[in-house]
């Protein structure tokens, strides 16, 4: 079971880790500093295998790969929104980051909610109802299977 | 059937000659621009994650250090000295203070036709010259930079007609602020943002470079202006080639066409903390500010430093507010010390900064504390995105922000 960290429309990237921290050497030394200015206790409360839902327009903004880098850091399992912004969204597939979107999860789980996310089938199970995600073209579909862009990059 | 500019444009990249919204390509670049935001994590896949680490063509790559220049602490010091020793050891293109990257790529390198991927997501600002640039993380380019290549799926096209001319007072920023709070921060998300028409080509290719900017505001893959004689003047000025210049065909399929007069906008400030949030300045009340920002990607050129400076002629800063100033290139610097706009600045007491990415960027010079409002011509008004979470950013035109910083509270007039 994955728990629930619930955010609203058009979270951009300068929300999910800030500018002053992209610098730092490590996403290691970038990830406690993840969604500081909107869940002050995201970072240290998150844990293996918890997911993010949100909105329409995750990830909006900059194109910082510290965003998506930061969250697969502290283990989140996947991201379910409503729609994402295309940098965000590559990004997440070139890192190995599963992203899925969904129209309909962000209206019937709450924060904190245990769901179940089925990765290979693309449903999030949750309260008693199943939701099914929009299909990855085939094409990021391999990247992601692949465990990521530079991982399928080494296998070529 | 006929394609649109970017789709022209990426058919070219792909080597085919017919490419539809949805296909997946795999497209040759012309060039890859990464700046001091992100290269040292690439480097560090480079080192350490790769299999068979190699550079597909040294030449196309452009590393550029403009964020936080010249480094504020040791840290970054590290991450700018990676950078400037990775580039020498592999013959890398570096450019170090230099100004923002994308005013040097626009001074330096690029040309009609190319596909250039940027780690930074203003990289669509080149549709400016009928280029097509985007933004990718650091992982897409380092593929990039390994295998000369990269995918794209083809954006459908939004096509936005323009036509007259702004009146005086108002400002390519004014329109395409206008334009994003229509459409929404992701009323073009994946998609073209592409200007057209005669009300297009009546802007300055500088003009042009302020819209492209900020279509990834409205979530575009790119803005392009459809290129013209003007486009054309600046590349020959400038020594390059302008032999691609794409105009989309009369039987061009776009997914949406918007009609803008030029002559009916106005004057419009975003409110935080959303770049659509966007509405008149008549509108806007009693804000007073602690400091104004005249600089970025988006209008730090040196039409913009004129328009601050005709405006601050003989006037002072207002007691209370840190007025910054930083051009976006050394080359906008030393015009605008030619000019004598300089001096202007900085007997109304403002202070000028290197050229540098600056207040836009957050994290360096002139970041704001808790509660302070910032009136500023960047890109970006999200929270927290000029220091403190508490802040506040207002995002407008170079005369907005100039006259702002004059009356002490947001205004268009002084």
Same mark, same amino acid.
């Given at each position: 079971?994955?728990?629930?960290? @619930?955010?609203?429309?058009?979270?951009?990237?300068?929300?999910?880790?800030?500018?002053?921290?992209?610098?730092?050497?490590?996403?290691?030394?970038?990830?406690?500093?993840?969604?500081?200015?909107?869940?002050?206790?995201?970072?240290?409360?998150?844990?293996?295998?918890?997911?993010?839902?949100?909105?329409?327009?995750?990830?909006?903004?900059?194109?910082?790969?510290?965003?998506?880098?930061? %969250?697969?850091?502290?283990?989140?399992?996947?991201? =379910?929104?409503?729609?994402?912004?295309?940098?965000?969204?590559?990004?997440?597939?070139?890192?190995?980051?599963?992203?899925?979107?969904?129209?309909?999860?962000?209206?019937? =789980?709450?924060?904190?909610?245990?769901?179940?996310?089925?990765?290979?089938?693309?449903?999030?199970?949750?309260?008693? @109802?199943?939701?099914?995600?929009?299909?990855?073209?085939?094409?990021?579909?391999?990247?992601?299977?692949?465990?990521?862009?530079?991982?399928? %990059?080494?296998?070529? | 059937?006929?394609?649109?500019?970017?789709?022209?444009?990426?058919?070219?990249?792909?080597?085919?000659?017919?490419?539809?919204?949805?296909?997946? +390509?795999?497209?040759?670049?012309?060039?890859?621009?990464?700046?001091?935001?992100?290269?040292?994590?690439?480097?560090?896949?480079?080192?350490?994650?790769?299999?068979?680490? #190699?550079?597909?063509? /040294?030449?196309?790559?452009? *590393?550029?250090?403009?964020?936080?220049?010249?480094?504020?602490?040791?840290?970054?010091?590290?991450?700018?000295?990676?950078?400037?020793?990775?580039?020498?050891?592999? !013959?890398? /293109? *570096?450019?170090?203070?230099? $100004?923002?990257?994308?005013?040097?790529?626009?001074?330096?390198?690029?040309?009609?036709?190319?596909?250039?991927?940027?780690?930074?997501? +203003?990289?669509?600002?080149?549709?400016?010259?009928?280029?097509?640039?985007?933004?990718?993380?650091?992982?897409?380019?380092?593929?990039?930079?390994?295998?000369? /290549?990269?995918?794209?799926?083809?954006?459908?096209?939004?096509?936005?007609?323009?036509? !007259? /001319?702004?009146?005086?007072?108002?400002?390519? #920023?004014?329109?395409?602020?206008?334009?994003?709070?229509?459409?929404?921060?992701?009323?073009?998300?994946?998609?073209?943002?592409? *200007?057209?028409?005669?009300?297009? +080509?009546?802007?300055?290719?500088?003009?042009?470079?302020?819209?492209?900017?900020?279509?990834?505001?409205?979530?575009?893959?790119? $803005?392009?202006?459809?290129?013209?004689?003007?486009?054309?003047? *600046?590349?020959?000025?400038?020594?390059?080639?302008?032999?691609?210049?794409?105009?989309?065909?009369?039987?061009?399929?776009?997914?949406?066409?918007?009609?803008?007069?030029?002559?009916?906008?106005?004057?419009?400030?975003? #409110?935080?903390?959303?770049?659509?949030?966007?509405?008149?300045?008549?509108?806007?009340?009693?804000?007073?500010?602690?400091?104004?920002?005249?600089?970025?990607?988006?209008?730090?050129?040196?039409?913009?430093?004129?328009?601050?400076?005709?405006?601050?002629?003989?006037?002072?800063?207002?007691?209370?507010? #840190?007025?910054?100033?930083?051009?976006?290139?050394?080359?906008?610097?030393?015009?605008?010390?030619?000019? $004598?706009?300089?001096?202007?600045?900085?007997?109304?007491?403002?202070?000028?900064?290197?050229?540098?990415?600056?207040?836009?960027?957050?994290?360096?010079?002139?970041?704001?504390?808790? !509660?302070?409002?910032?009136?500023?011509?960047?890109?970006?008004?999200?929270? $927290?995105?000029?220091?403190?979470?508490?802040?506040?950013?207002?995002?407008?035109?170079?005369?907005?922000?100039?006259?702002?910083?004059?009356?002490?509270?947001?205004?268009?007039?002084?």
């Amino acid at each position: 079971m994955s728990r629930v960290f @619930k955010f609203n429309n058009d979270v951009d990237t300068d929300q999910i880790i800030a500018s002053q921290y992209l610098l730092l050497p490590t996403i290691d030394e970038m990830k406690s500093h993840a969604f500081e200015s909107l869940d002050a206790d995201f970072a240290s409360g998150v844990k293996e295998g918890d997911i993010i839902v949100a909105g329409d327009n995750f990830g909006c903004g900059s194109s910082r790969e510290q965003a998506p880098s930061v %969250l697969k850091a502290l283990g989140i399992k996947a991201v =379910v929104a409503k729609s994402f912004a295309r940098i965000f969204y590559r990004n997440s597939i070139n890192i190995g980051l599963p992203v899925l979107v969904c129209e309909n999860v962000h209206e019937n =789980v709450n924060a904190g909610d245990e769901v179940e996310v089925d990765l290979t089938q693309g449903i999030v199970s949750a309260g008693g @109802k199943e939701f099914t995600c929009t299909k990855l073209p085939e094409y990021m579909q391999n990247i992601l299977n692949a465990g990521g862009l530079i991982a399928s %990059l080494n296998k070529e | 059937m006929g394609m649109t500019i970017a789709e022209k444009i990426i058919a070219r990249a792909a080597g085919v000659s017919e490419v539809k919204p949805g296909q997946i +390509h795999t497209v040759e670049l012309d060039y890859l621009m990464s700046n001091d935001g992100t290269t040292h994590l690439t480097i560090d896949m480079y080192n350490n994650k790769l299999k068979n680490p #190699r550079i597909a063509d /040294k030449d196309k790559l452009v *590393f550029i250090v403009d964020h936080n220049v010249p480094a504020e602490n040791p840290k970054t010091a590290a991450v700018h000295k990676k950078m400037r020793e990775f580039a020498k050891a592999n !013959g890398i /293109k *570096f450019f170090e203070g230099k $100004g923002v990257c994308h005013q040097i790529m626009f001074e330096e390198f690029v040309e009609p036709g190319q596909l250039i991927f940027g780690a930074d997501s +203003h990289t669509c600002s080149y549709g400016a010259l009928g280029a097509f640039g985007t933004g990718v993380g650091c992982t897409d380019f380092l593929y990039a930079m390994v295998t000369g /290549k990269s995918w794209v799926m083809v954006p459908e096209t939004l096509r936005f007609n323009l036509k !007259g /001319k702004l009146r005086e007072g108002v400002y390519p #920023r004014d329109l395409i602020l206008t334009i994003i709070g229509d459409i929404g921060a992701n009323g073009a998300n994946y998609k073209v943002m592409e *200007f057209a028409g005669e009300g297009a +080509h009546n802007l300055s290719v500088n003009d042009r470079f302020v819209l492209c900017n900020l279509a990834v505001e409205a979530g575009a893959k790119t $803005g392009i202006v459809e290129p013209d004689e003007k486009v054309e003047q *600046f590349i020959k000025e400038h020594g390059r080639n302008a032999d691609n210049m794409y105009v989309s065909d009369e039987d061009a399929k776009f997914l949406k066409v918007y009609e803008y007069d030029l002559s009916k906008i106005e004057p419009v400030v975003a #409110r935080p903390d959303f770049v659509d949030d966007v509405i008149s300045l008549s509108e806007v009340g009693d804000v007073k500010i602690d400091e104004a920002f005249l600089g970025s990607c988006n209008n730090g050129r040196i039409d913009d430093l004129r328009v601050a400076a005709s405006i601050l002629k003989g006037k002072k800063v207002h007691p209370d507010v #840190r007025f910054i100033v930083a051009p976006a290139s050394n080359n906008v610097y030393l015009q605008a010390l030619d000019e $004598g706009l300089i001096d202007i600045f900085m007997e109304a007491g403002a202070m000028v900064m290197n050229a540098n990415c600056s207040v836009c960027w957050g994290s360096c010079q002139g970041v704001i504390g808790d !509660g302070e409002v910032l009136i500023s011509t960047g890109t970006r008004n999200f929270k $927290g995105r000029a220091g403190h979470k508490n802040s506040k950013v207002y995002l407008g035109s170079a005369a907005t922000v100039t006259a702002s910083a004059i009356a002490g509270k947001i205004c268009g007039t002084v």
